[in-house]
Every structure is written in C-alpha cells, then in structure tokens.
C-alpha cells in the first residue's frame, strides 16, 4: 500500500543523546513536511522541503536538522535531545506545494520520550 | 501573528448532527482544510474549500466564509466511530498549513 513511513514508532532517549526519525514515502510527492504535535497546540511544522535537495525551516527549527538527498527520504536529526522535544512526531507529503488544493498525507508518528 | 481557533471539546448524542467551528486570521488564504484524528493515529483528510460556501460529503459537510475568516464542519447522522479530533487548518501565502490545536469529538450513545 502507497504511503508514508516512518521509523521508529516509539522511542526512549537519553537526553544529550543524538537521534534520527526516519520517514520514506513512495508517492512520489515533491513536498515533504516535518511536525510536532503536543497536547493543546495544533501541529507545528519544524523543517519542509518542496523538493528534492532544498529544506525550509517551520515555525519551530531550533534543535532539529533535516535533510532531502532524494525524493523519497526525509530524515529528521535531533542533534542533543532535551526533554521539551519530548512529543509525538508526524512526517506528511504533498504533491505540488505551490497549489491550494493539494492535500497533506501522514506517516503513522513517532511518539519520542527524552528523559 | 497567525491564528487558528477551535473549540478544545465538545460532546454530541449518536444519530445527531454536530457543527464544529473555526475562525482564522492568517497572513494570505490558499484554502481550508479539515482532518480527522483518531487517538494515538495519523491525521486524515476530510474537506477542503476555497470558495465561499458549502461542500457536501456524505455525512460530512463543510463551510467557509471568507470575509468572516470562518468555516464549519459539520458531521450528520453521528456514529460511534467518529469519536476522533478534527483539525481546522489553513494554506497560508506561502502556501503552509497553519493548524488549529484540533476539538475532540465525544460521541455518547
């Protein structure tokens, strides 16, 4: 089935430890999208990508890195955790993110604890 | 600053109808979306409107008013399984999602 992916589901990490969320998609979407989601606030973009080999930063870069070396892949980098990225992680796609009507597809979310 | 505002809850009766609101103030409006999230799962779309007025989709319809910076969802016929928080979300000038903090949906029987 045609989707996005992301790995791992869940993870524990120490904090100062460096970790990397892995999403893949086989939709051939040229927009790539990563979000934090935490209880009460509306999802918050972190870093995007229109297409391959360019990133963005969102609304809240600070802490994290991304990179888009082709268009299927869009690893996220925590480069020394701390606890206040504790939070559910979602990577999504678009087709043509220069178009209104484009809809936004989601990976199932990586669910992060820094402790 | 941008802004998206949604009720955080709300609760509803099986077989009734339900209008859950949003109002925006964004820097420029490409379109509105609204998406479906079950508990511990991945968001999902739902409607999207750009011209003022109503979309109809089954069970699901959704308004928008443009000049009230304003649109509906509204859920007829309610089932169990829409028990979920939906998201009102809007494309910005630069053509980003700007997401409301979502309102769960509590569906009794």
């Known amino acids: 089935i045609a989707g996005i992916t992301q790995a791992p589901t869940s993870q524990i990490l120490a904090a100062g430890r460096r970790m990397t969320l892995r999403c893949t998609q086989d939709?051939?979407?040229?927009?790539m999208y990563w979000y934090r989601q935490d209880l009460g606030l509306g999802l918050r973009l972190i870093h995007y990508?229109?297409?391959?080999?360019?990133?963005g930063k969102g609304e809240v870069p600070d802490g994290y890195s991304v990179s888009r070396a082709n268009t299927d892949d869009f690893p996220l980098t925590l480069a020394s955790a701390v606890p206040s990225q504790t939070s559910v992680y979602f990577c999504?796609?678009?087709?043509?993110?220069?178009?209104?009507?484009?809809?936004?597809?989601f990976g199932q979310g990586t669910r992060l604890t820094v402790v | 600053g941008q802004n998206i505002d949604q009720p955080t809850e709300m609760t509803a009766t099986e077989g009734a109808i339900v209008q859950i609101n949003c109002t925006y103030q964004?820097?420029?409006?490409?379109?509105l979306f609204w998406y479906q999230q079950h508990a511990g799962e991945a968001p999902t779309f739902l409607s999207y409107n750009v011209l003022d007025g109503l979309e109809e989709k089954g069970r699901f319809s959704s308004f928008l008013s443009r000049s009230k910076g304003y649109s509906y969802l509204l859920l007829k016929e309610l089932q169990m399984k829409d028990s979920a928080s939906y998201l009102c979300?809007?494309?910005?000038?630069?053509?980003?999602?700007?997401w409301g903090a979502g309102t769960k949906l509590i569906i009794k029987p």
């Open positions: 999504a796609s678009s087709d043509s993110p220069g178009q209104g009507n484009t809809e936004a597809f």
């Open positions: 990508s229109n297409t391959a080999g360019t990133t």
């Open positions: 939709m051939r979407h040229n927009a």
């Open positions: 979300a809007v494309k910005d000038s630069n053509y980003q999602l700007i």
């Open positions: 964004t820097s420029g409006f490409n379109g």
